[in-house]
């Protein structure tokens, strides 16, 4: 890499090596030959890397609940790709900040329109391990400029748009405009993104969570949580057109390899310290 990438936009370098390493391990959750390409290749840079980050993420020290729990996800959200595509063939998803992430090869079926978004920094990295094709396609750009909208604006759908690990690093305001953008921009599309509860966000709590992420988990300082929800019916108060048509959590799972940790699924403020919500912007 020629310059460094900020804090926030390496993050998608955790994710991308928490599913090469499950990827790699006996019995993978999630099957995503891609990102061992991938992190074999960046392992070459990474290792020399000043940053302490990159040299654990190359050296492959990860905390074992973290691999798991971002795997699960992203079997999960690949789930909901497929379904939306079984009802939609020909439909089109949007992954909004994709990282390094290459859900497109998992979930390809032959009809589906992908488009790939994230900022010009990642895209330009990405462009060097995949290729756009006819049916798959990169937006380098912030999700918060909403020019990226009109890329899609001949197409004609339906529209699925994907955040997976994202909305938390922007801040609230910024994520409502967009939301209520979506709706009046492709009216009749589903939105499914990770949300974290906003009860974490606020002192003492918050200090927890920063600690965790950048003291456990090794992440920059300028990577930290910015907002979030306290209850997935909460964006339905942004607009009347917004429909809650679901949530669920990584201790829903039922993978062996989550362990104990699923009987997290019956204490609901853990459920939903981060979480995924489904919404149709009607
Ligand atoms: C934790 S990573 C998640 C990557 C990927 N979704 C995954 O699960 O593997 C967060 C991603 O959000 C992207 N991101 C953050 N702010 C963004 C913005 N304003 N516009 C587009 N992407 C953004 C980052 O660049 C990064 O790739």
């Given at each position: 890499m020629e310059h460094k990438i900020g804090d926030v936009p390496a993050t998608s370098f955790v994710t991308l090596y928490c599913h090469a390493i499950e990827s790699r391990s006996?019995?993978?959750?999630l099957h995503d030959p891609k990102a061992e390409e991938i992190t074999a290749e960046l392992n070459r840079t990474l290792s020399r890397s000043e940053d302490p980050l990159d040299r654990r993420l190359a050296s492959g020290r990860i905390d074992r609940n973290l691999v798991i729990h971002i795997a699960i996800r992203a079997k999960k959200y690949d789930e909901y790709a497929r379904d939306f595509l079984a009802m939609h063939p020909g439909g089109v998803i949007v992954n909004i900040g994709?990282?390094?992430?290459?859900r497109f090869l998992r979930i390809d079926e032959g009809t589906v329109f992908f488009y790939d978004l994230d900022l010009p920094e990642i895209i330009d990295l990405k462009r060097r391990f995949f290729r756009e094709t006819e049916r798959y396609h990169f937006i380098a750009s912030s999700?918060?400029?909403?020019?990226?909208m009109r890329m899609l604006l001949g197409l004609e759908g339906p529209f699925l748009f994907m955040a997976e690990g994202v909305f938390m690093y922007l801040e609230g305001e910024r994520v409502r405009s967009l939301v209520l953008q979506l709706r009046e921009t492709f009216p009749g599309s589903e939105l499914i993104c990770e949300v974290v509860n906003s009860f974490w966000l606020k002192k003492p709590l918050k200090t927890l969570i920063d600690w965790k992420m950048?003291?456990?988990?090794?992440?920059?300082?300028?990577?930290?949580?910015q907002s979030g929800i306290r209850?997935?019916?909460?964006?339905?108060?942004?607009?009347?057109g917004i429909r809650f048509l679901g949530e669920w959590s990584y201790?829903?799972?039922?993978?062996?390899?989550l362990g104990w940790l699923r009987v997290f699924r019956y204490i609901g403020w853990v459920r939903k310290t981060q979480w995924t919500v489904r919404y149709f912007l009607g």
């Open positions: 006996e019995h993978p959750i994709c990282g390094l992430d290459s999700v918060l400029d909403f020019r990226w950048h003291e456990r988990g090794h992440l920059g300082r300028e990577a930290v949580f209850d997935g019916r909460e964006m339905e108060q942004w607009h009347p201790f829903d799972s039922d993978e062996e390899k």
